[in-house]
């Protein structure tokens, strides 16, 4: 089922890249843009994959925070999460390789370290 919601926010984030529905049509290869309005107000919805085209045209790196809630529901465990620690995790999880290995080797958690370790 369609939702408002979602196409809501579909015409909002056009509307702050300055796109026109045509535009965007254009650039997904649409074949008129009647289906954009139609995504816009509520009526359809794109697929999947048509879904993240969209977000990648509009710039939107994290759809959780702009399509719905910006924390999933954890999974019960038994470790508790500072705010800070939430953060850096959360920035973790977005960085590239280099990063990821750069803050793993400052940790000591880095396979070369380990290796080290056990020569």
Request: hydrophobic share 30%.
């Amino acid at each position: 089922m369609a939702s408002k919601e979602l196409g809501g926010k579909l015409r909002e984030l056009r509307d702050s890249k300055g796109f026109t529905q045509q535009q965007v049509a254009d650039e997904l290869g649409l074949k008129n843009k009647s289906t954009l309005g139609s995504w816009e107000i509520g009526k359809s919805e794109p697929d999947a994959f048509t879904f993240l085209k969209l977000c990648k045209l509009y710039g939107v790196d994290n759809i959780l925070g702009v399509f719905g809630d910006e924390t999933p529901t954890p999974k019960k465990t038994d470790m508790h999460l500072t705010d800070q620690e939430r953060e850096i995790i959360l920035r973790y999880r977005k960085s590239d390789t280099i990063d990821k290995q750069i803050v793993l080797r400052a940790l000591g958690m880095d396979e070369k370290g380990d290796n080290e370790k056990m020569a």
